[in-house]
Nanobody, 123 residues
């Protein structure tokens, strides 16, 4: 299983970015997917998750209303649209595959991880 995340970059506060994560070596449509992030000196934290069908989504309170997770199972890709970005959103963002069962919020229930993509929001 390989997860390749891309789309990060440097953006001013209030701006937008869209992250993408392409999966290979897995039946992508069978699994829920998630995005996590880790800022320097901090633990990895949950950002958003989406069920295998895309019918349900879950968000951290800190990003609710600003970020949108979506997926295209035909393209084996999960997206994270990030709007109204803030300096505190600065982090390395990781996509991950959730185990067949488990929490949508707990990183311990996610078993495969992408390499991460850096998002930097300037004030």
């Amino acid at each position: 299983v390989q997860l390749q995340a891309y789309g990060g970059g440097l953006v001013q506060a209030g701006g937008s970015l869209r992250l993408s994560c392409v999966a290979s070596g897995v039946t992508f449509s069978n699994y829920a997917m998630g995005w996590f992030r880790q800022a320097p000196g901090k633990e990895r934290e949950f950002v958003a998750a989406i069920t295998w069908s895309g019918s349900s989504t879950y968000y951290a309170d800190s990003v609710k209303g600003r970020f949108t997770i979506s997926r295209d199972n035909a393209k084996n890709t999960v997206y994270l649209q990030m709007n109204s970005l803030k300096p505190e959103d600065t982090a390395v963002y990781y996509c991950s595959r959730r185990k067949y069962y488990g929490s949508y919020y707990d990183s311990r229930d996610f078993d495969y991880w992408g390499q991460g993509t850096q998002v930097t929001v300037s004030s």
